[in-house]
T-cell receptor, first 117, second 116 residues
Framework: GDSVTQMEGPVTLSEEAFLTINCTYTATGYPSLFWYVQYPGEGLQLLLKATKADDKGSNKGFEATYRKETTSFHLEKGSVQVSDSAVYFCALSLTNAGGTSYGKLTFGQGTILTVHP | GAGVSQTPSNKVTEKGKYVELRCDPISGHTALYWYRQSLGQGPEFLIYFQGTGAADDSGLPNDRFFAVRPEGSVSTLKIQRTERGDSAVYLC??????????????FGPGTRLTVL
């Protein structure tokens, strides 16, 4: 079945360090890929997305590139801040050949990021 | 504007009891999703509504779980004969529709269910 695997955490970094959180997927059909973030005490929020191979999603200094050849969607940020401390979830949604979504998201297990001053 | 709201925020019940969890989606959103998140895990899909009908209920774990959305807005997730393994955070999300491939799902804060 369809699945998402994230690097095991937690990840602890100092402020201004470089961040990579690995994400790989297994899917039939045409997946769209997402990163969601959950800040302490808040609900899940969409961070960025990519809908086809070689697309790059970006937001708030975070980037991820949809790599079909390696079935990956790794999240990166060049210089993390304390305010980036949160849980990050990689997810996929399947679509049919016409681009219509089947609806549900399949999530990875989440990666806890803690950034120290 | 108002986001997705869920009530109650916390629910503690005893094994064998019946519970209802409510979700108010963003006004005008036709698609509504329920997920279950166990501690240390990502959310797992339960059921998806497009309007009033359940378009995909393949994630419901067994027949003790049921969800309705009678008027195409508010949804209720119902769990009969609760078991300790049902303890989790139940998340609701809504989106404008399912037709766009990159539709964002907007999540509520969740209901934390504890079955004693």
């Amino acid at each position: 079945g369809d699945s998402v695997t994230q690097m095991e955490g937690p990840v602890t970094l100092s402020e201004e360090a470089f961040l990579t959180i690995n994400c790989t997927y297994t899917a039939t059909g045409y997946p769209s890929l997402f990163w969601y973030v959950q800040y302490p005490g808040e609900g899940l929020q969409l961070l960025l997305k990519a809908t086809k191979a070689d697309d790059k999603g970006s937001n708030k200094g975070f980037e991820a590139t949809y790599r079909k050849e390696t079935t990956s969607f790794h999240l990166e940020k060049g210089s993390v801040q304390v305010s980036d401390s949160a849980v990050y979830f990689c997810a996929l949604s399947l679509t049919n050949a016409g681009g219509t979504s089947y609806g549900k998201l399949t999530f990875g297990q989440g990666t806890i990021l803690t950034v120290h001053p | 504007g108002a986001g997705v709201s869920q009530t109650p925020s916390n629910k503690v019940t005893e094994k064998g009891k019946y519970v209802e969890l409510r979700c108010d989606p963003i006004s005008g959103h036709t698609a509504l999703y329920w997920y279950r998140q166990s501690l240390g895990q990502g959310p797992e899909f339960l059921i998806y509504f497009q309007g009033t009908g359940a378009a995909d209920d393949s994630g419901l774990p067994n027949d003790r779980f049921f969800a309705v959305r009678p008027e195409g807005s508010v949804s209720t997730l119902k769990i009969q004969r609760t078991e300790r393994g049902d303890s989790a955070v139940y998340l609701c999300a809504s989106s404008p529709s399912n037709s766009r491939v990159d539709n964002e799902q907007f999540f509520g804060p969740g209901t934390r269910l504890t079955v004693l």
